[in-house]
């Protein structure tokens, strides 16, 4: 997935007394995940039982933007892992009793855009039918507001990370080829009339 920039988005909060107060979103994360199978990186992520296993890894991505006409400063990005899961590898700090990765940067300049990743390993399984969201957080000196994505690992009775459309058989030919000869053949008795 490409991250597009929030061009014209804005984070609104409500004031007292009525009126909104509304900074433009130019600070953006989108986080994301690394598929098992195709090694394609998505926001949400579905995978089978076995491959949620204790000990398993997988890798995160990411990519931070600024889309502003300013440099930013003391950049800070929080990942804050879920419980079944922890810290193994890449950039920053990790705090294994707050499950937090800290990672600061220094300035990040005016439409640059940055790509970081690292590992994560599953600490304790799930069942079947079950979620784990990992959240992620950016902020600045300039934009205290920042901007947040998450991204989700479900676990399925089968493999879902990429869902196909079922192809069509031989016997999906023949109803079709059917249809269309019945289409034919009531067009050509109305053509009689």
Not at 19 to 28: A, F, K
Not at 185 to 192: E, F
């Given at each position: 997935m490409v991250l597009v920039p929030k061009a014209g988005a804005?984070?609104?909060?409500?004031?007292?007394g009525g009126?909104?107060?509304?900074?433009?979103?130019?600070?953006?994360i989108n986080k994301e995940i690394k598929d098992l199978s195709t090694s394609n990186f998505f926001d949400n992520l579905s995978?089978?039982?076995?491959?949620?296993?204790?000990?398993?890894?997988f890798t995160f991505r990411l990519t931070i933007k600024?889309?502003?006409?300013?440099?930013?400063h003391s950049v800070t990005i929080r990942d804050v892992f879920p419980p079944n899961m922890a810290y193994t590898g890449g950039p920053g700090t990790?705090?294994?009793?707050?499950?937090?990765?800290?990672?600061?940067?220094?300035?990040?300049?005016?439409?640059?855009?940055?790509?970081?990743?690292?590992?994560?390993?599953v600490?304790?399984?799930?069942?079947?039918?079950?979620?784990?969201?990992?959240?992620?957080?950016?902020t600045a000196i300039e934009r205290p507001a920042g901007d947040d994505d998450t991204a989700q690992i479900c676990v399925t009775g089968q493999v879902l990370g990429v869902q196909k459309l079922p192809v069509a058989g031989v016997n999906d030919a023949w109803i079709l080829s059917m249809s269309v000869l019945s289409g034919v053949?009531?067009?050509?008795?109305?053509?009689?009339k």
């Open positions: 804005q984070n609104c909060t409500t004031q007292y009126g909104q107060s509304c900074q433009p979103v130019d600070l953006t995978v089978s039982t076995s491959a949620f296993t204790v000990g398993k890894e600024n889309t502003s006409g300013e440099t930013f990790y705090d294994t009793g707050t499950r937090t990765l800290t990672i600061n940067m220094d300035p990040l300049p005016a439409d640059v855009s940055k790509s970081i990743t690292f590992t994560a390993k600490t304790s399984p799930m069942t079947s039918s079950q979620c784990t969201s990992n959240y992620a957080a950016i053949g009531g067009l050509a008795l109305l053509l009689k």
